[in-house]
Each structure stands twice: as C-alpha cells, then as structure tokens.
C-alpha cells in the first residue's frame, strides 16, 4: 500500500466518525434550539388570544348594553344613560 491508500483509508476510518459526531452533535443542538423557539411562540400566542377573548368580552358586554339602550323606550334610556356613565369604570 502506498501513502496516498494509508492516508485514504486513515481519512475514512477517523475523518469520517469524527465528522458524523460533530455534525450529529450540531443537528441535537439546533433541534433543541428550534423547540425552545417553539415553545416560546406558543406562549406568546396563548397570552394574545388570552388578551383578545378578555377584550371581545367587554365589546361582547357594551354591545349587549347598547342593545338594550336601543330597545328600550321612554324615560328609562335616560336613566340608564346616566347610571352607565357613572358606573364606566376608569382605565
């Protein structure tokens, strides 16, 4: 066998495992890296669509007092009125 076989054969041998174990070893890390992103996005878009069901729920509410405002005839719309602006609460 001649050198050029010998280092070919040494390349194969230990170049070829080393390199699978380094690339092995980069591909676990960026798999776990792109999990934690994952998880993180989840979260934020857990606590948005908290935030949205909070705030449809209060148009949800001021709408069903506006329809009532609008059904309702005489002196009572007045009162209500009234009674409403001084029970809004302060943001």
């Known amino acids: 066998m001649n050198g ?6 040494a390349l194969v041998v230990i170049g ?5 174990g380094i690339g092995s070893d980069m591909f676990k890390r960026w798999m776990k890296h792109k999990e934690t992103m994952a998880t993180a996005l989840n979260a934020q878009t857990a606590e948005k669509a908290a935030q949205y069901a909070a705030h449809t729920e209060r ?10 405002l609008a059904t309702d005839r005489g ?3 007045a009162e209500d009125i009234e009674r409403l602006r001084d029970e809004r609460p302060l943001n």
Request: without cysteine; positive net charge; charged residues 20%.
């Open 59 to 68: 148009l949800e509410q001021r709408v069903r007092v506006l329809e009532r």
């Open 4 to 9: 050029f076989t010998i280092f070919m054969l």
């Open 16 to 20: 070829l495992p080393v390199t699978l």
């Open 75 to 77: 002196i009572a719309v």
